[in-house]
């Protein structure tokens, strides 16, 4: 048995009472009336509208009994104040209808935000804002491209293995990883991503006193601390003042394309709407003096 049914079921068997006290030239077949409160009904739909999915048996004749003394007493409530209040105390028609715009307006700027937020932005779109603000995407520091690996204390690194860390040749890359994943306590490449250097030297809680000078002289980081030795390989590194990859840049672009739709979106709101309107005759003002 669906809710549909059950419900129905509830309001057969526990209201008819009700259903019978009800004028008949207020019936419906379809939704027909539960209570009245003076000239207000309560129908059938409004009960099925409000009722709770997951609710069965007892649970179920408990929610519809208290459902219509909710709304009989709400009901009541109105009317006394309505007897008790003045004219102007009960002109509040435009209040009602400004929330109703503003509530109207609220989801579905809602809905177009969250449609923004979840669209796939594709790789051309991220090449052709990239190119368009390229000069917006300058480096302010050094980054790079790195193998980040940490020894305990006491592990001889040897030379050559040293050296073979920032090869991307085949047989260097063997030779070091066996090395590697033999003694070392991590070893992580970063799936070759670009790195703020800043940010990887704090995490080896070193210091290089003129960084752009030491990446155009060097290939490899040592800095030992708490009994480990952090090596830093240095792949591929780009220094401040240079365009920013656009890899490393594109979760921004990402951010921006998605800011610009929503200026987009307000400014339709405010202007391509109004526009629209207005040549096709959807509006019009009529001045007193004309």
């Not at 390229?134 to 491209?145: F, G, N, T």
């Not at 480990?228 to 990402?254: C, D, N, R, S």
């Amino acid at each position: 048995m669906n809710r549909h049914e059950i419900l129905y079921m509830l309001f057969t068997f526990i209201l008819l009472g009700a259903v019978t006290a009800c004028n008949n030239k207020n019936a419906e077949p379809n939704d027909p009336v539960i209570a009245i409160v003076m000239d207000k009904n309560l129908r059938y739909s409004q009960l099925q509208d409000d009722f709770p999915q997951m609710i069965t048996g007892n649970d179920s004749i408990e929610f519809v009994n208290d459902y219509i003394n909710k709304w009989i007493k709400q009901e009541l409530l109105v009317a006394e104040a309505e007897k008790k209040l003045t004219s102007e105390q009960l002109k509040i028609e435009k209040e009602i209808e400004k929330y109703r715009q503003e509530l109207i307006i609220f989801h579905y700027k809602k809905k177009r935000y969250s449609e923004i937020l979840n669209r796939q932005i594709t790789d051309e779109e991220i090449q052709d804002f990239y190119q368009q603000n390229i000069d917006k995407y300058i480096l302010s520091e050094p980054i790079v491209q790195v193998s980040y690996i940490i020894f305990p204390v006491g592990v001889n690194v040897p030379d050559d293995v040293k050296k073979s860390l920032t090869s991307n040749r085949e047989k260097d890359i063997q030779k070091y990883e066996e090395f590697v994943y033999g003694f070392a306590k991590k070893y992580d490449n970063f799936n070759n991503k670009w790195l703020y250097l800043n940010n990887l030297l704090q995490q080896a809680n070193t210091k290089l006193p003129n960084p752009e000078a030491y990446l155009k002289q060097h290939k490899l980081i040592e800095a030992e601390n708490n009994d480990e030795q952090h090596l830093i390989a240095i792949k591929k590194y780009m220094l401040p003042g240079q365009h920013a990859p656009i890899e490393f840049v594109t979760p921004q672009i990402k951010g921006s394309i998605i800011n610009h739709e929503k200026l987009d979106f307000l400014r339709e709101i405010k202007d391509s709407l109004y526009n629209d309107a207005l040549k096709y005759n959807k509006f019009r003002v009529y001045n007193k003096n004309s």
